[in-house]
């Protein structure tokens, strides 16, 4: 009999304090986002790592056109065999998700012939296809980037927001658009490498080493980390916590004032970018850049600078070693069909693309939204500059339009800041699971990006029952060993606490932590497959990585001594540890 982890604690209509949808709220095209119902028991939902602080009520459009929107579309448009893309269930501030499968037999069969008749096209002019869809949403961040928020009437801001409301939409659509295709021709090779002896998990070495836009990112910032140190700003990067930093520098003068204008050139080029997956409640690195600061100082805590360019090399190096010793160990005929399938899916290469596209999308496309929001607070008066965020995308166009008052909601918004508060401050206690348990997960998708499998959900339905706490196993997403002292960190607003050498803990990383990841010495997420972002960014950067540990942020502490064997998939405590130093 399956076990089931009931849902009747998030059984609710309201979305949020005072919000409950009308009919026909949310567009969808196979389910729509809503909350929770006694009738989703019967279904498996994982509570997803993208936005681990909740969402606020502006946020949630997030969900509705681009998680659920966006994969059913896909999901249908190339199609998927055996999925209709993902739905999803609020609870409190935070979300759950599930799979929607194709049921009948006949129906996956021929959808089966569809996505092979479209697969090869799609391979054959992806480069083209891919810099076509950037050009694309490269074009609509130029429209937002030339509107004059402050100049702009309240009624041009509620136009603004609906418009940026469908830029990020059709962002998602191209999103999903380019990952099904190329995830399904990356699951067809490592099939067909498992098939000729090899071990699937060289896939990922076998792709690795080609440069991403988020790579780059993360080289300028070592060259502005140098610059800092060079300039003697070393003491002051130090002696300072990273939100005071930019008003720091700004009245220290002399060389600080010189790097300050090497920061702004940064920004300009690459800050406009989130701390956070598509979440219009992130400013960006421009409005706000302490997490940039904050990162320069870890990375000045280092000490010796990270080598972003040998590390590209090894990992090059290392990728041509592992496809050399691949081949030669199969006949010739063998080396013809590996050879063939190798070129497909570098061509058309899923974890590059996983990394790459984050600039043009995740990092990006929710800003102009919240542009448009903070220009509404502003003219509306509103007690914070970001209380819109607490309105949802029909109350805060409402109020632009002139069809309600913001006084109706000035109350109920400090509500909802009180409710998403109380959330965050759940999150870790929230189950990772609801519903009915499956006793086998066969969804390719699932357990490549979220890493679950059978033994994710063993861990995580029986974490309370005499769990072993010092050892833990997951997914060996990156290879090597390392021992180190345990930060545990729920999402990025505490990145800052982050010491070089330390073994981060998370939930899940996101592309916005991968500029950490040139300072500490392992990660270990709860969360995540062989395709997840940090198993991909722990190849590229060489850091000993196990992913899909299901409880690691519960069951480990911040100081504990561990051991992280991203060869063998083990995590091990090995010394209980007192609070380390922030």
Not at 74 to 97: C, D, K, N
Not at 227 to 247: S, W, Y
Request: charged share 25%.
């Amino acid at each position: 009999m399956n076990l089931v982890v009931p849902v009747d604690e998030y059984v609710t209509d309201e979305w949020y304090p005072g919000f409950t949808p009308a009919f026909g709220h949310t567009p969808f095209v196979i389910e729509p986002f809503r909350t929770f119902s006694k009738q989703d028991e019967k279904r498996f939902w994982f509570l997803d790592f993208h936005c681990p602080r909740g969402l606020t009520p502006l946020a949630t459009t997030w969900l509705e056109d681009g998680y659920s929107w966006g994969t059913q579309l896909a999901a249908e448009q190339m199609p998927l065999p055996r999925s209709r893309g993902l739905t999803t269930r609020i609870a409190g501030t935070h979300f759950y998700a599930a799979a929607i499968p194709v049921e009948s037999r006949y129906e996956a069969e021929t959808r089966t012939e569809r996505m092979r008749s479209h697969l090869p096209g799609f391979l054959r002019d992806f480069d083209d296809l891919w810099n076509r869809r950037v050009a694309e949403i490269n074009a609509g961040w130029r429209h937002f980037q030339r509107i004059d928020v402050e100049r702009s009437s309240l009624r041009e801001l509620g136009v603004m927001l609906a418009e940026a409301r469908r830029y990020a939409q059709r962002a998602f659509e191209i999103h999903f658009e380019m990952m099904y295709p190329l995830l399904a021709n990356h699951l067809g090779f490592a099939g067909m490498c498992a098939e000729l002896g090899m071990d699937p998990r060289q896939v990922g070495t076998f792709l690795q080493g080609y440069d991403t836009k988020i790579m780059e990112t993360d080289r300028e910032l070592g060259r502005l980390t140098a610059a800092a140190r060079d300039a003697g700003l070393e003491p002051v990067f130090a002696a300072t916590e990273p939100k005071r930093l930019a008003a720091t520098l700004a009245a220290a003068g002399g060389a600080a004032t010189t790097w300050t204008s090497r920061l702004r050139d940064f920004l300009d080029v690459y800050g406009h970018r989130i701390e956070g997956t598509c979440d219009v409640a992130l400013p960006s690195w421009i409005e706000d850049p302490a997490p940039v600061l904050a990162m320069i100082r870890t990375l000045l805590r280092k000490g010796d600078g990270h080598d972003f360019e040998a590390a590209l090399r090894q990992t090059q190096a290392d990728r041509e070693t592992a496809i050399d010793a691949a081949r030669s160990r199969l006949t010739r005929r063998e080396q013809e069909i590996f050879d063939a399938g190798l070129a497909s899916v570098q061509a058309a290469n899923f974890p590059w693309w996983q990394d790459d596209h984050n600039h043009y999308i995740d990092l990006r496309v929710s800003l102009p939204m919240r542009r448009a929001a903070l220009g509404i607070a502003e003219k509306i008066g509103a007690d914070r500059p970001d209380d819109t965020l607490f309105l949802f995308c029909t109350e805060l166009s409402a109020v632009a339009s002139g069809e309600r008052a913001y006084d109706e909601f000035r109350s109920l918004v400090e509500v909802r800041r009180q409710y998403f508060d109380h959330w965050r401050e759940r999150r870790r206690s929230m189950p990772k699971v609801l519903g009915t348990i499956p006793e086998a997960l066969e969804d390719p998708i699932l357990a490549e990006l979220f890493g679950l499998d059978q033994r994710f959900l063993r861990v995580v339905t029986h974490a309370g029952q005499g769990a072993e706490r010092t050892v833990l196993t997951g997914i060996p997403a990156a290879k090597g060993q390392a021992k180190g002292v345990a930060r545990v960190l729920a999402d990025t607003d505490a990145l800052h606490r982050l010491q070089p050498g330390e073994v981060l803990v998370c939930e899940s990383t996101s592309p916005n932590w991968t500029p950490v990841f040139a300072a500490i010495t392992a990660c270990v997420c709860d969360s995540g497959g062989m395709l997840s972002h940090a198993a991909i960014v722990g190849r590229e950067y060489g850091v000993p990585t196990v992913t899909a540990c299901g409880m690691a942020t519960t069951l480990v502490e911040d100081g504990d001594e561990v051991e992280v064997d991203g060869e063998r998939g083990v995590v091990t405590v090995v010394r209980a540890g007192a609070a380390v130093e922030d």
